[in-house]
């Protein structure tokens, strides 16, 4: 049976509700509202692949080569720690992004190699925030995860 306080009640819960800033998304939801993010590990294979493009696309002078070697040669490939991120034991997909950007930082900002090192550790680090152990290429399978499950992302540029 219809009862002619309700719609009254109803508009007055959706008032209260905008009055403190809970209204719902789809009733008078701003256009300038913050979206979701895009999922983080999308954003980092995004990114690979701009840097991949780049390792190709970007020759170094000798000079810029290096700063780029003295700064990844400063610190163990995360992805197989025997070798320097300046050689990695393969050119798989983390090294060929890693190798990227470090080409643009220098070539396009004018890094110096303490500037490359601590951008690429930071990229790094978003790539995988829990931690490369350095043993994913001595691991079975190690080399075709993705870099937030500890791998290198394998070595097809097409299917990373």
């Known amino acids: 049976m219809w009862n002619p306080r309700k719609p009254v009640a109803v508009a007055g819960f959706f ?16 256009s300038d509202a ?25 020759t170094l002078t000798a000079k810029q ?4 070697k003295a700064a990844l040669s400063s610190f163990p490939a ?5 070798f320097s991120m300046a050689t990695c034991c ?5 090294a060929k992004a890693v190798w990227g950007l470090s080409k643009k930082l220098v070539v ?3 890094y110096d190699a303490t500037q490359v090192k601590e951008a690429v550790q930071k990229w790094l680090r978003a790539a995988n925030p829990d931690g490369f152990n350095g043993n994913a290429c001595n691991e079975p399978w190690g080399c075709v995860k993705p870099f937030e ?4 992302g394998g070595m097809r540029e097409n299917a990373l």
Not at 90 to 94: A, K
Not at 149 to 152: A, F, V
């Open 108 to 110: 396009h900002e004018g």
């Open 90 to 94: 393969c050119p798989c997909n983390l």
């Open 78 to 82: 995360p992805c197989c720690k025997n």
């Open 65 to 68: 080569e290096a700063v780029k």
């Open 149 to 152: 499950s500890n791998g290198c």
């Open 15 to 30: 008032l209260v509700l905008f009055f403190f800033g809970a209204m719902p998304a789809t009733f008078g939801a701003s």
């Open 34 to 58: 913050p979206k979701p993010e895009e999922d983080s590990a999308e954003i980092i294979r995004a990114q690979a692949v701009e840097y991949i493009a780049l390792n190709r696309s970007l």
